[in-house]
């Protein structure tokens, strides 16, 4: 099972929009709406932000909203503030009942 | 509150094996499934496995299948992640994690990760 493809790096000034793509295949992304994203800080454990493709968890903020279309699913985070600088994951279910995860998305702020 | 406390650091040498717990508290540990992922230094995420608390079944990540066994103790709400014939590429932190969903809340909780370093 390959990673999901994610650009390795974004940039945004603070208060703009960014949207970080994932694509994936008709195996994993393209068929199941079970599309997760994960932040992480350097040194911490990763935090879910979205699941199922566009549901936030309870205490995730509204800035971050997720979609999907065909075998590529993106999260938006609106709003940059300096705290979002991270990395971020997606991860997918896959027709191997397992998951994938991608390759990672360095956020920076600037 | 919920909480998953994981066991500490482990240094291994190539070729043997190491067994991590995953001690939960605060949530009912046979309604959910617990998720093991790894990260080696500097890189991503990578997705282990995932043992379900109610029966003990489980689904382990193609690239670690005959290595990897997980396991449950519900009566201590822990889970364990063993691995064997470790190789230098094994070297990661190690994490569990569980996706909890309350009266129609979600919420992620994960250990505080695990460092194993295999090294001769």
């Known amino acids: 099972q390959s990673a999901l493809t994610q650009p390795a790096s974004v940039s945004g000034s603070p208060g703009q929009s960014i949207t970080i793509s994932c694509t994936g295949t008709?195996?994993?992304?393209?068929?199941?709406?079970?599309v997760s994203w994960y932040q992480q800080h350097p040194g911490k454990a990763p935090k879910l932000m979205i699941y199922?493709?566009?549901n936030r968890p309870s205490g995730v903020s509204n800035r971050f909203s997720g979609s999907k279309s065909g075998n590529t699913a993106s999260l938006t985070i609106s709003g940059l503030q300096a705290e979002d600088e991270a990395d971020y994951y997606c991860?997918?279910?896959?027709?191997?009942?397992?998951?994938?995860f991608g390759g990672g998305t360095k956020l920076t702020v600037l | 509150q919920v909480q998953l406390e994981q066991s500490g650091a482990e240094v291994k040498k190539p070729g043997a094996s190491v067994k991590v717990s995953c001690k939960a508290s605060?949530?009912?540990?046979?309604?959910?499934?617990i998720n093991w992922v790894r990260q080696a230094p500097g890189q991503g995420l990578e997705w282990m496995g995932r043992?379900?608390?109610?029966?003990?079944?489980?689904d382990y990540a193609q690239k670690l299948q005959g290595r990897v066994t997980m396991t449950t103790d519900t009566y201590s709400s822990t889970a364990y992640m063993e691995l064997r014939s470790l190789r230098s590429d094994d070297t990661a932190v190690y994490y569990c994690?569980?996706?909890?969903?309350?009266?129609?809340?979600?919420?992620?909780?994960w250990g505080q990760g695990t460092l194993v370093t295999v090294s001769s």
């Open positions: 605060g949530y009912t540990f046979t309604g959910y499934s």
């Open positions: 994690a569980v996706v909890i969903a309350v009266a129609g809340a979600v919420f992620d909780y």
């Open positions: 008709t195996s994993d992304v393209g068929a199941y709406n079970y």
């Open positions: 991860s997918s279910y896959t027709s191997s009942n397992t998951v994938v």
């Open positions: 043992i379900s608390g109610y029966n003990g079944n489980t």
């Open positions: 199922d493709v566009s």
